[in-house]
């Protein structure tokens, strides 16, 4: 199988940028108010708080039997992946450990709030390209390969067990903090994983659906779709409009159906993920989606 190198640089370069910027959210948020992590980081974290030991090198011994239990249960390529994303991480730890001695942010209500987005930005970074940074994603994918347990499952019980040995260690306030950090951090994750490029699923029901259809193919340029429906009480059969638009274009299409028909029945949904024609594909539009077909008629 041959590999793509420009591919597998940009997966690398995204790999080492998230670590650093999880490295430095740890570093300049978490330590200075005494806050926790989770997965093997916060096990770093907490030896650190407990005993000193330096972050990184304990995140690295932490996963060596990890990536054992890769290379024995995952494939080549994820195991590689995981290696990479694991060094990188434990470097990162103690490469910006200085940071830690500047308190940046005295309020911990307001450091959770910053640690959380940018640890979650750069959760996001690895994500998109589907890196690993070892820990408790191995353990993840292996149990989600062998038993159908999401991934996410996994991490979340072990961070649950995690913060409930910290309680006997820290007290019950900062596993709080901690939480509301696990929750910005994960709906930031969540945000910049999908993208802000967000999308509308629009069912528009009219009598007047051609007019409709024609208004927001040639003035919004988005395809649309009809489906054929029947009303169940009058048994009255009519087209139904399906459209997939961006959300700058969602205005349009209102504005289209207000002005053709003022008592179109309109429902819109938010999409998070869109595929194929239109979407994923560079070209957009009639024009270009007719060019396309042309072309792949002559292939």
Known sequence: MQINWKKTLYQYFMVTLACVIMGVALNVFYMPNKMLSGGIG??????????????GATSLICNVPLF???????????TIGALYGI???????????????????????LACIAGGVLYGIGAACMYRVGGSSGGTDIIGAIIQKHYSISISTTGFIFNLGLLFVSVFFFGIEPVLYTLLTFFVMTKTCNTFTIGFDYKKNIIIISNKHH???????KVVGRGVTYLHGEGAFTHQEREVLFVVAKLTQLAKIRSICKEIDPDAFMIIHDVNDVFGRGFTLKASGPAAL?????????R
Do not use: C, T, W
Request: hydrophobic fraction near 45%.
């Open 290 to 298: 007719e060019k396309r077909e042309k072309m792949e008629k002559h």
């Open 211 to 217: 007019e409709i259809a024609e208004g927001i193919i």
């Open 42 to 55: 916060g096990v770093a974290v907490l030896a650190y708080y407990i005993g000193n030991l330096p972050m």
């Open 68 to 78: 054992f239990l890769a290379y024995k249960y995952m494939d080549r390529q994820y």
């Open 87 to 109: 060094v990188a991480f434990s470097i990162s730890l103690d490469a910006f450990h200085f940071l830690s001695s500047y308190q940046v942010v005295h309020d911990k209500l």
